[in-house]
């Protein structure tokens, strides 16, 4: 919650949206690959009840939260720059956010699951509505339009956002949290990757992510993934290439890594279609329930948090 606020103080932003994973959103990537992020732990229940008390906080703050049923945070991410660089809703002035504001006011927050009433449960129960009714299209208004993004991440799969660059009508940055922010853009990843943002997917592919359980293409590794990848002009000519069939035939786990290599691209690579946007006016802050807000900071003793969003909240 503090780093939120440093966030959003740092930045200043017109428009904000928080991504989260909603549950089963490994379910279509483990039908293609059944191990994807199968080294990972299981999430413990402690966690699971601070997820819903940071989803509640947000949703008091005003701050959009985003998420649809089985998808990804990663690929709600890409969506929402494709629908500002062209993809799909219009700037609709938001006409009933203040009657909405009126009616949490009312609400008495509590943790979200399973006993719905807090404030995030009403937000997220009319977001959900809205995104399934939501179809995607190519026409939003808003290709006379242009946008300075950050994208705040430590998952280096967003980082394929950044060809977006001088491709449309978004300047996308994304954002690393250390202790410091760092900004890394596409000559960043040309510099750390030898590659451009738009084919880091393929890069993924064959050099494997041990953090989302993707082995990648046995004797490939970082020197050479780049190489081929400047060598040939598609993902498909990189697998077709002798390169590639060299590997092939030393037969066993080198054969059988070749084959799923089109299903680990097929992961690696983001979505940009989903439809979670039809608005700009669904990226926009809502003024914060001060009752709630300021019941929510005594209940955790957050007394140093309330301060410093009292910045952000007035």
């Known amino acids: 919650m503090n780093s939120l606020a440093r966030i959003y103080r740092s930045f200043g932003p017109k428009y904000i949206g928080i991504a989260f994973d909603s549950p089963g959103s490994n379910s279509t990537k483990r039908e293609v690959w059944p191990e994807y992020k199968a080294n990972r732990q299981a999430i413990k229940t402690s966690f699971k009840k601070q997820l819903m008390w940071i989803k509640e906080f947000c949703s008091i703050v005003g701050l959009p939260i985003f998420l649809r049923r089985s998808t990804e945070a990663d690929d709600?991410?890409?969506?929402?720059?494709?629908?500002?660089?062209?993809?799909?809703?219009?700037?609709?002035?938001?006409?009933?956010?203040?009657?909405?504001?009126?009616?949490?006011?009312?609400i008495d927050f509590r943790v979200p699951n399973p006993a719905p009433g807090g404030v995030f449960d009403r937000v997220a129960g009319a977001s959900a509505a809205q995104l399934e009714r939501m179809d995607a299209s190519t026409d939003n208004g808003l290709q006379k339009r242009s946008f300075d993004v950050h994208v705040l991440t430590a998952d280096k799969d967003l980082l394929q956002v950044l060809q977006h660059n001088g491709a449309g009508n978004v300047n996308v940055r994304v954002v690393q949290p250390h202790k410091k922010f760092r900004l890394v853009d596409?000559?960043?990843?040309?510099?750390?990757?030898?590659?451009?943002?738009?084919?880091?997917?393929?890069?993924?592919?064959?050099?494997?992510?041990?953090?989302?359980?993707?082995?990648?293409?046995?004797?490939?590794?970082?020197?050479?993934?780049?190489?081929?990848?400047?060598?040939?002009?598609?993902?498909?000519?990189?697998?077709?290439?002798?390169?590639?069939?060299?590997?092939?035939?030393?037969?066993?786990?080198?054969?059988?890594?070749?084959?799923?290599?089109?299903?680990?691209?097929?992961?690696?690579?983001?979505?940009?279609?989903?439809?979670?946007?039809?608005?700009?006016?669904?990226?926009?802050?809502?003024?914060?329930?001060?009752?709630?807000?300021?019941?929510?900071?005594?209940?955790?003793?957050?007394?140093?948090?309330?301060?410093?969003?009292?910045d952000v909240t007035h």
């Not at 669904?282 to 410093?308: D, G, I, N, P």
Request: glycine share 8%; aromatic share 8%; proline share 4%.
């Open 186 to 310: 596409e000559s960043t990843v040309l510099e750390e990757y030898g590659i451009p943002p738009g084919r880091f997917s393929e890069y993924l592919a064959l050099v494997g992510d041990s953090a989302d359980n993707i082995p990648g293409v046995m004797g490939i590794g970082p020197k050479t993934a780049p190489v081929l990848i400047s060598k040939y002009g598609s993902f498909k000519e990189i697998i077709d290439s002798a390169e590639i069939a060299k590997i092939a035939r030393r037969g066993g786990k080198h054969s059988l890594s070749v084959e799923r290599a089109y299903d680990f691209h097929l992961i690696t690579k983001l979505r940009g279609d989903v439809p979670v946007l039809s608005s700009l006016s669904q990226l926009r802050k809502k003024r914060t329930l001060e009752r709630q807000f300021v019941a929510f900071c005594r209940m955790f003793s957050l007394q140093k948090c309330s301060l410093r969003w009292h």
């Open 76 to 106: 709600i991410i890409a969506s929402m720059i494709t629908f500002l660089n062209g993809g799909a809703g219009k700037d609709d002035a938001d006409q009933s956010g203040d009657e909405e504001v009126q009616q949490m006011r009312q």
